[in-house]
């Protein structure tokens, strides 16, 4: 059970009893227990206020995934001011660029981008934080404060999205669609999160799911959260093992090289019960390896693949365990109204591709100055607003969601509809491809399909693809080539980087 959403993320969270001197946060270098978290989060809301934030500034928090950037951003909740999370290592050009558009208050920097940042924030007020220690140069020492009062509804959260496709965008978001996540989430999954649970953050709070997931929907339900600020198979085990973490947020290449690790066994990994998955396709057989590896260390951990974008606040599909189909990115959560329509906004019949709309609390307010966008970011059906993520999906009889990519890739063979996500799924079959990629590539006017394979295959086992494909798969969608490529791009959530293999292999 939850409390009521239209308030701040700050007293969504507190709202939720929080047990005595239960962890709250900790990384390798320090912890904090609920009592020292909430002190130290006043603690720099006033030092904030001090400053000049009040409702409606914008505070700009430029750090890693460390102690700092979590209290900050509770910390700016509480003054009802808007954090505005960004890529710690972008370039000096980007984060000016950002700087411009938004025009923060305050900005939160670190050492990891004290040199390439400084000169480029335009008179906001700097606040230092130290990557290995704990504080904040530049802050003001103060007690008072005025905490925001409001219904949630006013902008909370700055998020840039850009995915595989498409400029940069900057997503609003309130804190009524991040407490409606946290709340929907905790609820379809029964509530079975408590004190109990340590969640281990390692995918970034500038993404809405190591946020807004990972920090803010584990908070609500007391779980402590565990916090990593790069991904490495080495650290991420040890971490696991030193805080018996149950919980985790990944993407399908992280799963994929924990796997390959040998010390990813035994006791150091019993304590995993629940590892969510998103940003990419996850595959049957990544799943039955996970099952395999738990298995033979006796733990009961499951993966769960799960879908959301930015504009709802990440989380709006997952798969319950047990519930797994391959393509599946299982079925809304509570609160979710998920729909799938044709080029005319009419839904579409079971087992029929169309693309697909959200609706419920969690949508975005919109993009940033950007109407245009915005406009066209939302359809109104029976006078019910839906923001439309870009994405085909088909459902089938047991309402399982099932993705088919974006519809910017979809590609066309003679007027039939080829969906490369389709491709890659059938291509991953096979045990010697990992990680591939379709796209489209045109010889005069007509369309061809060119599988891309990373690492190198030799030419029978090329053959041996396109083989399989033809076996499993109509002729319109086998390619007519396929190319190793030593090293897919990759995007800062560690997707592939689609739109950089088009226009290198797609011309």
Not at 78 to 105: C, F
Not at 200 to 206: I, R
Not at 283 to 311: H, I, N, Q, W
Request: charged content about 25%; proline content about 4%; overall charge positive.
């Amino acid at each position: 059970m939850f409390f009521n959403i239209e308030q701040s993320m700050y007293d969504f969270m507190r709202a939720y009893h929080k047990k005595g001197d239960t962890l709250a946060v900790a990384r390798e270098s320090g912890r904090m227990n609920f009592p020292q978290f909430f002190r130290e989060v006043d603690r720099v809301a006033a030092g904030l206020y001090k400053l000049g934030v009040r409702k409606g500034s914008v505070v700009m928090l430029a750090l890693p995934n460390i102690i700092q950037s979590v209290v900050a951003t509770y910390a700016v909740s509480r003054l009802g001011a808007i954090a505005s999370m960004i890529h710690p290592l972008l370039s000096g050009d980007e984060y000016e660029s950002a700087v411009k558009k938004q025009s923060p208050k305050i900005v939160f920097l670190s050492d990891v981008n004290l040199k390439t940042f400084w000169g480029r924030c335009h008179g906001a007020k700097r606040i230092v934080c130290p990557y290995l220690g704990y504080g904040y140069l530049g802050l003001p020492r103060a007690k008072d404060f005025e905490a925001y009062q409001g219904d949630g509804s006013d902008p909370a959260l700055y998020m840039r999205s850009g995915g595989t496709f498409g400029a940069p965008k900057t997503v609003v978001l309130s804190s009524r669609a991040a407490n409606a996540m946290a709340g929907n989430l905790l609820n379809y999954l029964d509530d079975k999160f408590d004190d109990k649970n340590r969640m281990l953050v390692v995918l970034p709070m500038f993404h809405g799911f190591g946020l807004c997931v990972g920090v803010h929907a584990s908070l609500c339900a007391n779980m402590s959260v565990i916090l990593q600020s790069r991904f490495n198979v080495k650290k991420t085990t040890r971490l696991i093992s030193k805080y018996r973490v149950t919980t985790m947020l990944a993407v399908p290449r992280m799963i994929t090289k924990l796997l390959s690790y040998d010390k990813f066994s035994g006791d150091s990994i019993t304590s995993l019960q629940d590892v969510y998955v998103g940003g990419d396709s996850v595959s049957d057989a990544l799943v039955g390896d996970f099952a395999k590896r738990m298995e033979e260390c006796g733990g009961k951990g499951v993966l769960s693949p799960g879908y959301g974008l930015t504009e709802t606040v990440t989380v709006c599909t997952l798969t319950k365990i047990g519930d797994f189909k391959e393509g599946s990115v299982g079925t809304p959560i509570n609160g979710i109204d998920a729909r799938i329509v044709g080029e005319g906004a009419e839904e579409t019949p079971v087992g029929e591709v169309g693309e697909l709309l959200i609706g419920g609390a969690q949508l975005m307010e919109g993009y940033l100055e950007d109407d245009k966008r915005t406009s066209g970011a939302f359809e109104i059906i029976d006078g019910k607003k839906y923001v439309r993520t870009g994405d085909l999906f088909k459902t089938d009889e047991q309402g399982r969601l099932y993705f088919l990519g974006r519809k910017k890739r979809l590609i066309k063979i003679s007027g039939i509809n080829v969906f490369p996500s389709e491709i890659e799924s059938v291509a991953r079959e096979l045990n010697f491809v990992s990680e591939c990629a379709a796209v489209e590539y045109r010889v005069g006017d007509k369309p061809y399909i060119r599988l891309l394979v990373e690492g190198e295959i030799a030419a029978p086992r090329k053959k041996e693809i396109i083989a399989h494909i033809a076996r499993r798969m109509s002729h319109w969608n086998v390619p007519s080539e396929v190319v190793c490529v030593k090293e897919f791009p990759r995007t800062n959530m560690s997707k592939i980087d689609i739109k950089k293999l088009q226009e290198e292999f797609g011309r």
